[in-house]
């Protein structure tokens, strides 16, 4: 008998063919997110889940579906796992890291370009009408080749981020958990590990990769902000709740900083509809890793590890080692 999985969002139907070869499929068909407690009743006699970051998938879940064996997210980013949960029921967690990893860094600085040039903004002004003369000071902004680029979260992304760099003769700093091995920091265009603090002051443009727990919540909020240079522009292209966004529009909206480019929000989709009101900000819905190819590898990269945790292996991209299998 096939095991029995739940696909909770449209996924390529390539992919849900493959998924059906091995598994007794059902999927969301329906064009929104479940929360937390349809996903605990469409867990029922479900040996596996394919979920993104979307779907909330907690304790109560657990507890509700004791004969789960895996929950296999669609992202790098797991923070919508209570893993430790996972592991205390004996259910396998994995994400979907490394595909990504460059299409992630192309996003980044395209969103950082548009941001410090401003292409979004004189482009909505274009269409608008308003290009009737040349003028000096039209449209100007911060310099991206030849400054000083500040990423916080130097992980696999980070460090491809950093590598583009090297095209833009910039100078990279890092903020990170831990600093990296000098040979990392050497294929990083020679990015140089700082305090937090420091990078804020220094950075001309401030870009954040960092995953999202309690810990890095707020990680950028008032006090951060106060420290960045009034040119610069923030990049977040890593998970809403890593800036307070209040912060961020009350600085934005009194020129604490040149700009923002966000792919993420608080709370998105629904996010603070008071950015809307600013010229100084570039706002992309959640799409950094939204190449064809990258998202097919993802969608694909989750069904093998469902597909290798339901038949007893060790799926490549178990997120808690530690959990105590079930039969
Ligand atoms: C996903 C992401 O597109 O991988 C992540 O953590 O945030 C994005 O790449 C999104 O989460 C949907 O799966």
């Not at 106060?226 to 961020?248: E, F, H, Q, S």
């Amino acid at each position: 008998m096939k095991a029995k999985i739940f696909v909770a969002r449209a996924i390529f139907p390539e992919v849900l063919e493959r998924l059906a070869q091995h598994f007794d499929v059902e999927s969301n068909q329906e064009d929104r997110i479940y929360g937390a407690d349809e996903l605990r009743q469409k867990a029922q006699g479900k040996d596996g889940l394919f979920t993104t970051p979307s779907e909330p998938v907690n304790a109560a879940l657990f507890a509700a579906n004791p004969q789960l064996k895996a929950v296999c997210n669609m992202a790098v980013g797991y923070n919508n796992i209570d893993v430790a949960a996972a592991t205390a029921a004996g259910v396998m967690a994995t994400n979907t890291p490394e595909v990504l990893n460059e299409t992630t860094a192309d996003f980044a600085w395209a969103l950082m370009m548009a941001t410090a040039r401003r292409i979004t903004e004189s482009e909505h002004w274009l269409r608008a009408g308003h290009w009737k003369k040349w003028s000096y000071d039209s449209f100007t902004g911060p310099d991206v080749h030849g400054a000083t680029l500040g990423i916080i979260g130097m992980g696999r992304i980070g460090q491809a981020i950093a590598r583009r760099s090297m095209g833009f003769d910039m100078n990279v700093i890092y903020h990170n958990r831990s600093q990296l091995k000098p040979e990392l920091e050497a294929r990083a265009n020679n990015a140089k590990y700082v305090g937090k603090e420091e990078l804020l002051r220094q950075a001309d443009h401030v870009v954040l990769v960092l995953p999202y727990s309690k810990e890095s919540h707020h990680t950028i909020a008032a006090a951060e902000l106060a420290l960045m240079k009034p040119t610069a522009t923030l990049t977040n292209i890593a998970r809403g709740g890593i800036v307070d966004d209040a912060a961020l529009i009350q600085t934005l909206r009194t020129g604490g900083i040149a700009a923002a480019g966000l792919d993420v929000f608080e709370n998105e989709p629904a996010f603070n509809p008071e950015f809307l009101k600013l010229s100084n900000v570039v706002l992309t819905p959640h799409i950094a890793s939204a190449s064809t190819p990258t998202r097919l590898a993802m969608a694909n990269c989750a069904a093998d590890n469902l597909i290798a945790a339901l038949a007893g292996q060790t799926p490549p991209n178990l997120l808690n080692p530690d959990v105590a299998r079930k039969g």
